[in-house]
T-cell receptor
Framework: KNEVEQSPQNLTAQEGEFITINCSYSVGISALHWLQQHPGGGIVSLFMLSSGKKKHGRLIATINIQEKHSSLHITASHPRDSAVYICVLNEKLTFGTGTRLTIIP | NAGVTQTPKFQVLKTGQSMTLQCAQDMNHNSMYWYRQDPGMGLRLIYYSASEGTTDKGEVPNGYNVSRLNKREFSLRLESAAPSQTSVYFC???????????FGSGTQLSVL
């Protein structure tokens, strides 16, 4: 099926590095969500976007509807950013398998 | 505000047993969802309810039933549990189908 692909699947970086996680999809959507799943399992919504760019603290999300691509950026990464990041399309019906991010102090 | 509350947090069943997972939200949301999460598979939608009184199948509905009891509550029932239903189950809600999602803390279910 693979309507949504995330890359990379796993990412390990040093504290302070700039992080980019990508989400590509193959179907038309009206909005895309980025979620964060903590090591303990809890899931929180980071962004919902239908166009352009959104910023919240050190997190930035962008989407290009025409190219069917979204990115999540983390500036000045910190060990507490270690989590699985998941993109979700099309009214919560399709999830990416997630990107496991590990930030090393 | 509790947000989305799921019960129980852990459950062990024997094959063939039945159980109901409970989910309640206190945000007056219209839409509610049940997902399962399996290693390497990501989250998959089991059922959703776009509004009180309506339910629709998601990607993996077989072996499950749901009830949207009222606007607050959306339950998931396993009538005859199977080992393939061992998973972590999440309930979520949103104001509308294209609004921010709010998740419960999950239920870890093992079927032996």
């Amino acid at each position: 099926k693979n309507e949504v692909e995330q890359s990379p699947q796993n990412l390990t970086a040093q504290e302070g590095e700039f992080i980019t996680i990508n989400c590509s999809y193959s179907v038309g959507i009206s909005a895309l969500h980025w979620l964060q799943q903590h090591p303990g399992g809890g899931i929180v919504s980071l962004f919902m976007l239908s166009s352009g760019k959104k910023k919240h603290g050190r997190l930035i999300a962008t989407i290009n509807i025409q190219e069917k691509h979204s990115s999540l950026h983390i500036t000045a990464s910190h060990p507490r950013d270690s989590a699985v990041y998941i993109c979700v399309l099309n009214e919560k019906l399709t999830f990416g398998t997630g990107t496991r991010l590990t930030i090393i102090p | 505000n509790a947000g989305v509350t799921q019960t129980p947090k852990f459950q062990v069943l024997k094959t063939g047993q039945s159980m109901t997972l409970q989910c309640a939200q206190d945000m007056n949301h219209n839409s509610m969802y049940w997902y399962r999460q399996d290693p390497g598979m990501g989250l998959r939608l089991i059922y959703y309810s776009a509004s009180e009184g309506t339910t629709d199948k998601g990607e993996v509905p077989n072996g499950y039933n749901v009830s949207r009891l009222n606007k607050r509550e959306f339950s998931l029932r396993l009538e005859s549990a199977a080992p393939s239903q061992t998973s972590v189950y999440f309930c979520a809600s949103s104001e509308l189908r294209e609004s921010e999602l709010f998740f419960g803390s999950g239920t870890q279910l093992s079927v032996l």
